[in-house]
């Protein structure tokens, strides 16, 4: 199974026609054109649609060449008056054009006249990248030094103080509540997604646990007096590792971690990021939700799903790149 990762862009209007535009003004500026999606070939050879959907991994590691000669843009409806921007490649607008003082992603808050962010998360790090109507950016989080410059994300610096506005934003960095927008004024709806989350999680966690520990001194406690049952129960709860390494410990270890593990607990956020990530998603991601494309990424639906994305209302668009050269 590959480690979860999620690119994603929020932008904060629902207007799908002003975005197009905008997106499309932003890369004709940089000589990039609007086309349809061109046939996809490997080494000179055309594929067709049955060796893309049987043959992922290799579209996936076609991926790098092919972000030379085409970029991707899925624009989806989100919820909340916000949209979903899925781009190939993935962190595009995170980039500035050549010669260029801003990433696109700033431009495209400039030109639209609001705000969007961008939230990555995968191997190469956890960004959070917030952009405003004014020009102002502000991103947080850490990236893997192997893939950039100390202390930068691409050409922009992370977490640079003097671009917090006042003492308020400052304590917010200091602050035991989960707290990730420095930059933007958002609904408080939008704020206490993580901390929501969190909480449901934890009480789905705890609800799960009282059933096992029924279960279990069922199954094993059976001739236990009732009331020693529960100060059992209630030593589990303070200190379950303790018991773990207690007379039978390994046979009760054994079937917490196996009911655990069968549990539908494998989307349940970890890391203060991860979580933030998925709260966001699942508040702004609307119905059907884009917002994570998971193990098919944009431009392989764009080839196998086209007609699907467009029913389900999803804009599709495509970009030669200035600097694609046809040998």
Known sequence: MSRYSNYTYYIRSDNLDLIEQAVTYILEQENSHRIPLPPLSLDGIELSIEEIENDVKKLRRYNSKLSSELWAFGVFVGALEWTIVKTFPDELLCRRAKDAERPRLSELAIHLGTDAFYIGYGEEGSIFMETDARGGIFTSGSVNEEHSEEGKFFEEQINLVDRIQSLEQMKLMHSKVPQHFFLLNVPEQIQKAEQELKEEEHKR?????????????????????????????????????????KKGGKQLFRAWSNAYTWQDFHDMPSGCFITFERAIGRLLGGTPSYWHLGREPLVYRAYTQQKQLETDGARLLYFRPASYAVN
């Not at 406690?221 to 379950?240: V, Y």
């Open 205 to 245: 966690f705890e609800e799960w646990q009282e059933q096992f520990l029924d279960d279990y001194t069922k199954r094993y406690f059976s001739l236990m007096a009732s009331d020693k049952l529960e100060k059992w129960k209630i030593k589990f709860r303070q200190n379950s590792n303790h018991l773990f390494n």
